[in-house]
């Protein structure tokens, strides 16, 4: 069985140093962002399910300035 408080603790101890470390998920989210340059979408609600430490979510929030952004994680 999942323990989710201790999921949540550990993430949360090494989440400044996983992000600098995460460069296939940087790579993911500005190759994501690459493609929707050629989208004409605006959207009003966004939902980044399984965002981790927000790499994706802060991209999306800076290309969708008016939308509403909900990121969300264990």
């Known amino acids: 069985m ?3 408080h201790h999921i949540i603790k550990r993430f949360n101890r090494i989440a400044a140093d996983y992000e600098a470390a995460a460069v296939v998920a940087q ?3 500005q190759g994501l962002m690459a493609r929707l340059q050629g989208i004409r979408l605006q959207p009003t609600w966004i ?5 981790g430490t927000g790499i994706m979510t802060r991209c999306l929030a800076q290309q969708y300035p008016e939308a509403k952004l ?3 994680d264990i």
């Open 2 to 4: 999942l323990n989710v």
């Open 27 to 29: 790579e993911a989210a």
């Open 47 to 51: 939902l980044d399910a399984g965002c």
């Open 70 to 72: 909900l990121g969300c």
